[in-house]
């Protein structure tokens, strides 16, 4: 699993990712690791990342 450099393990491999602008994708989502870890990486330094785990 492909995980972001710069971030905590945690955050880079999320199940679920929700972008700024709505958008969500998820592991049954193909290229999605890849895709999130993209994303992550192309965010503006100052951008902070909220890591969520619900137990629903």
């Given at each position: 699993?492909?995980?972001?450099?710069?971030?905590?393990?945690?955050?880079?491999n999320?199940i679920?990712?929700?972008?700024l602008d709505?958008?969500?994708?998820?592991?049954d989502t193909?290229?999605?690791w890849?895709?999130?870890?993209?994303?992550?990486?192309?965010l503006?330094?100052?951008?902070v990342?909220?890591?969520?785990?619900?137990h629903?």
């Amino acid at each position: 699993m492909p995980t972001c450099p710069h971030l905590a393990p945690a955050s880079a491999n999320s199940i679920s990712l929700v972008t700024l602008d709505g958008s969500w994708t998820d592991a049954d989502t193909d290229g999605h690791w890849e895709e999130a870890n993209r994303y992550l990486d192309d965010l503006d330094a100052e951008t902070v990342i909220v890591n969520v785990l619900c137990h629903c």
